[in-house]
């Protein structure tokens, strides 16, 4: 049912997501980290009818062009409402190294919230650990897709070395959240490849923390 294109932007390389639904055209964007205009010229390549920007969470890599997309193409931007802090803050969501990026206008959604998007159901799912906020998205169907964020990587798992981070927190978002969905989930993390549920439940290494 749905196109997914994902970019890879900015200077560490972040996935953000095109996604669109066939029939409609009607699309999402996931994380606009940086490259504006190259995101810009996929929609238009693409002819998405862009309806909606979601954050998984408030480092500088995945919200750069967050603002300035939401307000070209005049949609909502959705991001946790446990993410205010790193959000409002270019210290801690990173970007103070530049100008510094400030978002306070956006839909706070939180764990169990479903937002209607593309015909289909989004599930939130609060997943902390990378930081205080992370959230991933689910969308149930034939085919189930989650967007991770940083959260669950291809055999891997996000840092949790920086500001709101935990290493027991993403232990736990993954272990208890993420494993509990079906196996046949396509996972597309923040970062990198793609994979599935079933691949993570034997090969991450999050198997094997204490």
């Not at 931007?77 to 970007?95: F, G, H, I, R, V």
């Not at 709101?164 to 993403?170: D, K, L, P, Q, R």
């Not at 959240?177 to 597309?188: A, I, N, R, S, W």
Request: proline fraction near 5%; include cysteine.
């Amino acid at each position: 049912m749905f196109n997914i294109r994902s970019l890879t932007v900015g200077i560490v390389a972040t996935n953000c997501y095109l996604v669109w639904n066939k029939a409609t055209r009607e699309g999402v964007l996931i994380d606009p980290g940086d490259e504006a205009e190259r995101i810009c010229s996929a929609i238009a390549e693409e002819r998405v009818n862009l309806k909606a920007i979601l954050l998984t969470h408030g480092h500088f890599d995945h919200i750069l062009v967050a603002e300035e997309l939401k307000e070209k193409y005049d949609v909502p931007l959705y991001a946790s409402k446990d993410e205010k802090e790193m959000l409002e803050n270019p210290q801690w969501n990173l970007s103070g190294m530049d100008e510094g990026v400030t978002i306070t206008d956006y839909i706070p959604v939180q764990d169990g919230d479903k937002l209607e998007l593309l015909g289909k159901e989004w599930q939130v799912i609060a997943t902390p650990g990378h930081t205080k906020g992370s959230v991933s998205y689910f969308v149930p169907g034939d085919v189930p897709y989650l967007f991770s964020g940083d959260t669950l990587f291809y055999e891997s798992y996000g840092r949790t070395d920086l500001y709101g981070g935990s290493e027991a927190e993403i232990k736990k978002s993954i272990k208890e959240k993420l494993f509990c969905l079906p196996d046949e989930t396509l996972v597309y993390p923040g970062h990198e490849e793609a994979t599935t549920i079933a691949n993570e439940k034997q090969y991450n290494p999050v198997n094997f923390m204490r």
